[in-house]
């Protein structure tokens, strides 16, 4: 068998064929991915496992301390229990009052002196008036005057209306030129018979001037020249005849021109009605000037009355600034101020403390809040009542003023007077015990930016290492470190004490320690007061 093997061994199938290509084998690529492919994944799964573990070293960040929520449980304190004290001053309410001078002069008299009770009308002090009695005098002569010249200027006016209803004047005018002009025609209509009368008047002289002449010696010389002479005497008339007759013709034209213009102008009254619009207007300017004197007069008047000056409220005298003899400048714009100032008055009835209240007993006060007013002046001391909290505060004392409103003041009260005033808790409100004894989310007031209605606080959100900025609406329980947040925190959150003044919104933060003492003190203290009107009340840690 093994010869026939040996006989049988085929050598040809050990050719390679090179014309053939060579295909890899699955064993060489799964070579490949094992040796290359694979241990470069596990290196770059490596890099980015490191780098997302250690982001929060390599990535800016800003370290912050963060503090606890802390929860706490209100009980209801007393209505009047006292909250805090605070010292103040007695002052007028709403302020005092200053009487100046409203006219400038010297002051001749003054009438009264410091803490006198005035009525209201009362004269306090009267100025030097021989000046203003002389300027009232000359006003009211001018208002005189000018209610003459109003008087005739008004029965000018009562002449032009006339003149323009009854144009008497005119209608004379018009009668005379139509009667010349009817009295003109009538002689000329009279002018051709005398001209005929003329002519025959002419022709018998000169037949007896022919006569005479004809019997010669026969008559006498004189009757001769009496003939011619009236011969001369009817040429003479004959021609004066001849001669009128154009000439009334011309006056007759003339006459009815002036008759024609006559009856226009009384149809017009062009004049009647110009005078009487101009008799109007001197007594519109009349009156003006009578109403200006009228005007001048009351100025004088009132002039002299501001000589006295009176006291324009019930009230008592606060302190004097001007002496007899002194000068006040009156309503004058360039002068300094309380140059004109005499006196400075103040209802007794209306009294209040001006307290200093510390920045943090600021959140227990509320408008209409009672309190408990002690002077030296007035044993038992006095009721009051809260009525403003002011914007003005004391940089050097750290406090803020508050007005408090004293109720029925004594007599003895007076401005400027020291006072202590305790601040009482607030009456109590209809709420049930489950709400008095709810537990309460409270924070350190520190932490707290803004005011009610737009507070907000940094929370640190642990998870995305990022600060939020959250809004938050503030509770009416509260001690002096902390204040009760009703919604936008939860018991579980974190706030940022330490580093929270750069912060922005989703900014990253590196969290360096933990706060757990800030605002635990106040829990030992038995006394919560509440931000509002609502009753204090005493906090329990939970």
């Not at 490191?50 to 370290?63: E, G, K, M």
């Not at 509260?478 to 912060?503: F, M, N, Q, Y």
Request: charged content about 25%; hydrophobic content about 40%; overall charge neutral.
């Amino acid at each position: 068998m093994e010869t026939t093997m040996s006989g049988n061994l085929d050598l040809s199938q050990l050719a390679v064929d090179r014309q053939a290509p060579t295909r890899p084998s699955a064993k060489t690529t799964r070579r490949w991915f094992s040796r290359y492919v694979l241990p470069a994944g596990i290196l770059l799964a490596f890099v980015g496992l490191l780098a997302w573990a250690t982001r929060d070293s390599l990535l800016p960040s800003q370290p912050v301390t963060i503090v606890p929520v802390i929860v706490a449980k209100a009980q209801v304190q007393q209505t009047g229990a006292p909250l805090f004290q605070a010292a103040g001053w007695v002052e007028p309410r709403p302020a005092s009052l200053v009487v100046s001078s409203l006219a400038p002069g010297i002051i001749d008299e003054l009438l009264v002196v410091g803490g006198q009770l005035v009525n209201q009308g009362e004269p306090l002090a009267r100025l030097n008036d021989a000046d203003t009695r002389i300027q009232l005098g000359e006003a009211k002569a001018e208002q005189q005057l000018c209610e003459a010249d109003v008087e005739a200027a008004r029965a000018e006016m009562t002449s032009a209306r006339l003149a323009l209803e009854k144009p008497i004047q005119l209608q004379t005018e018009l009668a005379e030129a139509q009667s010349q002009l009817a009295k003109l025609e009538a002689e000329l209509d009279g002018v051709p018979a005398g001209l005929e009368s003329a002519h025959k008047r002419r022709e018998l002289a000169e037949q007896n001037l022919a006569k005479k002449r004809a019997a010669g010696q026969a008559i006498a010389g004189r009757l001769l020249r009496d003939a011619e002479a009236q011969l001369a005497s009817e040429t003479a008339a004959l021609k004066q005849l001849t001669v009128r007759g154009p000439g009334l013709q011309r006056q007759r034209d003339a006459l009815q021109t002036m008759v024609a213009k006559l009856s226009e102008q009384l149809e017009l009254k062009l004049d009647e009605r110009r005078r009487l619009a101009n008799a109007e207007a001197a007594v519109k300017a009349a009156e003006a000037r009578l109403l200006r004197s009228q005007l001048a007069v009351q100025a004088a008047e009132l002039q002299l009355s501001r000589m006295t000056i009176n006291s324009p409220i019930d009230g008592r005298v606060l302190s004097i600034h001007a002496t007899a003899g002194m000068r006040v400048v009156g309503l004058d714009p360039h002068s300094e101020k309380g140059s004109s100032a005499v006196v400075t008055l103040y209802d007794p009835a209306k009294l209040q403390v001006r307290v200093d209240v510390r920045l943090e007993d600021i959140p227990q006060v509320r408008a209409a809040q009672l309190a408990r007013i002690e002077t030296a002046s007035v044993p038992g001391g006095l009721e009051g009542r809260v009525v403003a909290i002011t914007s003005l505060a004391d940089i050097q004392k750290n406090t803020l003023q508050v007005k408090v409103a004293i109720d029925n003041p004594p007599d003895v009260i007076r401005p400027e007077m020291l006072a202590q005033v305790t601040f009482l808790a607030p009456e109590q409100e209809a709420n049930s015990s489950e709400e008095h004894d709810r537990l309460r989310v409270l924070v350190p007031r520190q932490l707290v930016n803004g005011g009610e209605g737009d507070a907000h606080i940094w929370v640190a959100n642990l998870a995305t290492k990022t600060a939020e900025r959250r809004a938050i609406t503030l509770g009416q329980a509260g001690t002096e470190e902390l204040v009760e947040v009703v919604s936008g925190l939860t018991p579980t959150d974190k706030l940022i004490s330490g580093g929270r003044e750069a912060l922005s919104a989703d900014e990253r933060i590196r969290v360096t320690a933990e706060d757990h003492t800030i605002g635990k003190a106040s829990l030992t203290s038995s006394r919560l007061a509440r931000v509002n009107s609502e009753p204090s009340t005493n906090l329990q840690g939970r």
